[in-house]
């Protein structure tokens, strides 16, 4: 399963809250990603990193901020959560020997009321 | 921009072959993949094929690429039950950092 561990796993919150998404990885891998998962849209990305607080966008990056203080810790931040980020979010990691696939943790389901 | 399509939907007969359809547009991509998702469950890699392969098998599973017409398929063998998922492909995404896009993905459902 790659180490990878997300918390919380389920959070109800409410509009204009902020709210904070842990992904948690034991095996020091340099890239990681968060996504979210939405019917009839698949996977997609919000935000990534390719080491400690280096960070990109993503294609769905509005209203998210990430960061990455240390190699196995990637913080997805709500700064004040809308109902349109209710969702799935999927954190991932990628293996960069050979064939670059990533693993993914085991998601978050976070409702906005 | 890049852009992966599947059908959404495959019903199926237990015992009987499937077959999941992909398309892509990002002809750089060096690598495709199959991930399947389980109720509740993060997605899982299945299956991936290098971008100069035409095919690819590993016991019941089968891929087939073909890149002229940016097609990807998964086939699976004798459908069981337990492949009742969410089927997704992918490709890697231009600009590095091993990013991929990945299709809406195709429910299957297997019936007896």
């Known amino acids: 399963d790659a180490g990878i561990t997300q918390s919380p796993r389920h959070k109800v919150t409410e509009t204009g809250t902020p709210v904070t998404l842990r992904c948690h990885q034991t095996?020091?891998?340099?890239?990681m990603y968060w996504y979210r998962q939405d019917p009839g849209h698949g996977l997609r990305l919000i935000h990534y990193?390719?080491?400690?607080?280096?960070?990109d966008k993503g294609e769905v990056s509005d209203g998210y901020s990430v960061s990455r203080s240390k190699t196995e810790d990637f913080l997805l931040t709500l700064e004040s959560a809308t109902s349109s980020q209710t969702s799935v979010y999927f954190c991932?990691?990628?293996?960069?020997?050979?064939?670059?696939?990533?693993?993914f943790g085991p998601g978050t389901r976070l409702t906005v009321l | 921009g890049e852009d992966v399509e599947q059908s959404l939907f495959l019903s199926v007969r237990e015992g009987d072959s499937s077959v999941i359809n992909c398309t892509y547009t990002?002809?750089?991509?060096?690598?495709l993949y199959w991930y399947k998702q389980e109720p509740g469950a993060g997605l899982q890699l299945l299956t991936y094929?290098?971008?100069?392969?035409d095919m690819k098998q590993d016991q019941r599973l089968t891929v087939l690429l073909n890149k002229k017409d940016k097609h990807l398929s998964l086939r699976i063998a004798d459908t069981q039950t337990g492949d009742s998922a969410i089927y997704f492909c992918?490709?890697?995404?231009?600009?590095?950092?091993?990013?991929?896009?990945f299709g809406a993905g195709t429910r299957l459902a297997v019936h007896p």
């Open positions: 992918a490709e890697t995404l231009p600009g590095g950092y091993n990013k991929l896009i």
């Open positions: 094929i290098f971008s100069n392969m």
């Open positions: 990002d002809s750089s991509s060096t690598y």
């Open positions: 095996e020091n891998h340099r890239y």
């Open positions: 991932a990691i990628s293996v960069t020997a050979g064939t670059d696939t990533q693993y």
């Open positions: 990193s390719y080491g400690v607080k280096d960070t």
